[in-house]
T-cell receptor
Framework: QKEVEQDPGPLSVPEGAIVSLNCTYS??????FMWYRQYSRKGPELLMYTYSSGNKEDGRFTAQVDKSSKYISLFIRDSQPSDSATYLCAIAETGANNLFFGTGTRLTVIP | ETGVTQTPRHLVMGMTNKKSLKCEQHLGHNAMYWYKQSAKKPLELMFV???????ENNSVPSRFSPECPNSSHLFLHLHTLQPEDSALYLC??????????????FGPGTRLTVT
């Protein structure tokens, strides 16, 4: 069983739509949850970082963690063509160097 | 710019060549990482250095040899690679996780093609 599962998509939405990206994980010891955005031919860029359960909002982005369901989400409001990228979730245990990444979801926002 | 630079950005090498990838971070971090990114696969952690000491080697073949001369620089020496080693190689840095900080910041990557 993979540590992290992520639907690879691809996902296409019209500009202005609300986007929901999701990951599930298997290890209840995971405490740190991150979302990265990766544009084509670039390295991953950290978008959101949360610890334990709850919501965190940053502009048009909201990260949500449900530890009871082992489920994390990234919501993008008022999506823009510039949001077109691959979104990676990453999860870690306390004190560990190792981040477990999902395979990434490729998102296209159509003008 | 994330504060992590990598050179070269693209590299084509034959299976008998020897080459090196370079990474430099300007963030004052003390942990550095090498990852391999292949199509449709999660990022694979290869090596971890904390305070210049290698703390993880995820069963990486010996044809990949890392070097970390100081907390700001990381190299990946390559020799006798195989075509299946073609991938995007990413360097990342972070504060040491024992301090409770886990965000890793990535460089742009080196696109490696082995012919």
């Amino acid at each position: 069983q993979k540590e992290v599962e992520q639907d690879p998509g691809p996902l296409s939405v019209p500009e202005g739509a609300i986007v929901s990206l999701n990951c599930t994980y298997s290890n209840s010891a995971f405490q740190y949850f991150m979302w990265y955005r990766q544009y084509s031919r670039k390295g991953p860029e950290l978008l959101m970082y949360t610890y334990s359960s709850g919501n965190k909002e940053d502009g048009r982005f909201t990260a949500q963690v449900d530890k009871s369901s082992k489920y994390i989400s990234l919501f993008i409001r008022d999506s823009q063509p510039s949001d077109s990228a691959t979104y990676l979730c990453a999860i870690a245990e306390t004190g560990a160097n190792n981040l477990f990444f999902g395979t990434g979801t490729r998102l296209t926002v159509i003008p | 710019e994330t504060g992590v630079t990598q050179t070269p950005r693209h590299l084509v090498m034959g299976m008998t060549n020897k080459k090196s990838l370079k990474c430099e971070q300007h963030l004052g971090h003390n942990a550095m990482y090498w990852y391999k990114q292949s199509a449709k696969k999660p990022l694979e952690l290869m090596f971890v250095y904390n305070f210049k000491e290698q703390t993880e080697n995820n069963s990486v073949p010996s044809r990949f040899s890392p070097e970390c001369p100081n907390s700001s620089h990381l190299f990946l020496h390559l020799h006798t690679l195989q075509p299946e080693d073609s991938a995007l190689y990413l360097c990342a840095s972070s504060q040491n996780p024992s301090g409770g900080t886990y965000e890793q910041y990535f460089g742009p990557g080196t696109r490696l093609t082995v012919t």
